[in-house]
């Protein structure tokens, strides 16, 4: 169905009218000119929002958009988590040229509703514009956190633990595989071309992944670590600084670090890695410590404890210690499996800075 | 200064480095994975998001980045107030194309915060990232009022008064003249480049608008009306129903009556109207009464209240009543200056419908 047969409002409606709100903190979702929440007296407010760019932060030649509505939902997500809190509404904004249908748009929301769903999460409001060129998404998550368990960036402490969930690099690797598929195919497509022949009776893009979903499935269904702000609290554990890592664990310890006043060491030999990463960047003949540190879109946790909770948070299923918080005048340090240390520099996503 | 000179997180820093935080409830602003607000026991909180395209929602051929800033603020500055209630934080997200300075993000940014200075509104975040044409702005602007005063679309009541504040239509004849003058312009650089002529000689696009200043204000500087809130709320009046006018009054009255189940009459005689609007739209010639209703953009308010309120709501400055509340089998109807009476069509701004 063509989006111009509905119009805006249309749109919305035929979009968001069998959204139940869950939260009682929702009073008034969709419909109005704003959304309406109540938090009560004990609790503070999380507010975190991001500006998704077609052709920047994601490519729909090989991203379906299920899977980019549900990315869009997670990035955000992790930020609340990433402040110790509990994600409680969404709102979320498209801007559309002319090439999506309804049944489009059907995709990207179901993707979006199947990962607020899980995580607790009340659409509630937004806007749905049209575009010249591609699709961008802006959404805002909304949460709330207990009084005085807010973890900032800041408040990481000489000795503390460096803790990081999950492993890294793997949604990276699952991108360049991505990106190599999508080379080797549309040379196949110019070729063809060349020749004269029909493009339309060359197969569709579906290269086999079999072996390498584990990176497929980081790079297009990351999955926001609720589960790690659930076993902390279980565990009495308030972290002294936390972050999500979507730039790479470099670039965000660089963050806690700055805004700490504080430096770090970690192990190379203490990076979690996935067998599936390992493998990928052998073959692509990459440095996969790199990969780890500065690949990005992990969507884990880093964060540090004070070193008496060592037994205590490395008891946490998913959660391993990597290094420790030093005086800011050691720096920040990567301790290599030889015994060497070099500098962490933070080489991190980052679409406006000049390429070296 | 070129953008990829300071990257990323450089650009958030220097264009938010010395934003003080003006409200109690803002505990942490710019520069953690969220803000972190604090409402207390009494207040529901309000949020609203816009996302604004170039080349479909501005032209940057005719607007400054500082008028710019300061419109993106106010659309939703303006949704907070037709809650009826007061904006307390900002999220802005920008995305970049590469033509982009340093200077323009500073050009864009003094406007935004003029805007949210006026309105006692704290930036507390956002996201800024590059973009592969045009730019993107999505702004999410998050307020509260007191427990039971939100106002919603929901509530006009058979007979209730309609009451819109300023004047209607003066920003649509400002895009009228800017994208008139804009074509003028456009052709003499073509016929000049068709002639052989060295195009860098010819003036800038600086046409003349005296006499038009009012239109072209509303146009490029609209202000939300903070100041009809506060004389409702002197007044002692809250209205049944309200919405602020970004699609036109048409589209906003089929918005108020269909979620109160209702119809309306409103007067032609009664809509208000700047000699300037009705002088321009006789230039163009244009039907001013359609321009009033359709036209958008206003950012004025437009709401109900009871019949009984007549003489309190009369003496509130800047407001006038054009109409009232019917019963919806009576429809929407507008009462022209010679006694008849026309289907009010929602006729607004729509990117997403079709053209007919």
Avoid at 17 to 35: H, P
Avoid at 89 to 106: N, Y
Wanted: proline residues 3%; contains cysteine; negative net charge.
């Amino acid at each position: 169905m063509e989006i111009a047969e509905l119009g805006e409002f249309g749109l919305i409606r035929h979009l968001t009218e069998d959204i139940e709100t869950k939260n009682a903190e929702t009073v008034k979702g969709v419909g109005d000119d704003c959304a309406v929440l109540d938090y009560g007296r004990d609790r503070q407010v999380l507010v975190t929002t991001d500006l998704l760019m077609e052709g920047v932060h994601f490519d729909l030649q090989y991203t379906p958009l299920k899977h980019l509505g549900y990315k869009s939902a997670m990035v955000n997500l992790s930020d609340i988590y990433a402040m110790n809190g509990r994600p409680r509404q969404m709102t979320v904004s498209l801007a559309l040229s002319k090439r999506f249908k309804v049944e489009d748009l059907e995709d990207f929301y179901s993707g979006l509703r199947l990962a607020c769903d899980a995580h607790g999460c009340d659409i509630v409001g937004g806007d749905t514009t049209s575009s010249l060129t591609g699709l961008a998404i802006s959404i805002t998550c909304i949460g709330d956190v207990e009084k005085g368990k807010a973890v900032y960036r800041s408040g990481a402490k000489d000795n503390d633990l460096i803790c990081v969930t999950g492993d890294l690099g793997a949604a990276y690797m699952g991108l360049q595989l991505l990106e190599r598929e999508k080379s080797v195919y549309n040379a196949q497509i110019r070729e063809a071309r060349q020749r004269g022949e029909d493009i339309s009776s060359l197969p569709p893009f579906e290269p086999d992944f079999s072996g390498r979903e584990y990176l497929l499935e980081r790079q297009l269904k990351p999955e926001a670590r609720k589960d790690i702000i659930e076993e902390l609290a279980k565990a009495d554990i308030v972290p002294t600084a936390m972050m999500d890592i979507s730039d790479g664990l470099s670039s965000e310890l660089h963050h806690i670090c700055k805004q700490s006043n504080a430096g770090c060491r970690i192990y190379e030999e203490r990076l979690p890695l996935d067998f599936q990463t390992a493998a990928m960047a052998e073959e692509l003949n990459m440095n996969v410590t790199t990969c780890a540190l500065n690949g990005g879109e992990d969507y884990e946790l880093v964060f540090t404890v004070p070193l008496a909770m060592h037994d205590r948070v490395s008891a946490v299923p998913g959660v391993k210690v990597i290094g420790h918080i030093t005086k800011p005048e050691m720096g920040l340090q990567l301790v290599c499996r030889d015994g060497t240390e070099m500098e962490l520099k933070a080489q991190g996503w980052n679409p406006l800075k000049r390429e070296k």
